[in-house]
Nanobody, 115 residues
Framework: QVQLVESGGGLVQAGGSLRLSCAAS????????MGWYRQAPGKQRELVAD???????NYADSVKGRFTISRDNAKNTVYVQMNSLKPEDTAVYYC?????????WGQGTQVTVSS
């Protein structure tokens, strides 16, 4: 079993920054790919960014150059630094990982960007 707990969401003005954190329970955190997804009202959940065990990263085109995903294996935590936020970044952000072909999701954290 894996538990993922997100934090760091909130209300920010356009152009501002936020850093989301996701703390994971369980062992062997370092060997798993971790990801951030988001879901805006009325839209499908979409990948924001992910990071492999080796540190390779992948970003949605919409966030490239503005968001940075990172991980601290000693703390079992993955982060996403979000800069130059836009109103269209408003969504619930979810942490995700897969273990033994099963998907695990956090409870989500709301990010609201005002114009």
């Amino acid at each position: 079993q894996v538990q993922l707990v997100e934090s760091g969401g909130g209300l920010v003005q356009a152009g501002g920054s936020l850093r989301l954190s996701c703390a994971a329970s369980g062992s062997r955190f370092s060997i798993y790919t971790m990801g951030w997804y988001r879901q805006a009202p009325g839209k499908q959940r979409e990948l924001v960014a992910d990071i492999t065990s080796g540190g390779s990263t992948n970003y949605a085109d919409s966030v490239k150059g503005r968001f940075t995903i990172s991980r601290d294996n000693a703390k079992n935590t993955v982060y996403v630094q979000m800069n130059s936020l836009k109103p269209e970044d408003t969504a619930v952000y979810y942490c995700h990982t897969t273990r033994s072909w099963r998907d695990y999701w956090g409870q989500g954290t709301q990010v609201t960007v005002s114009s």
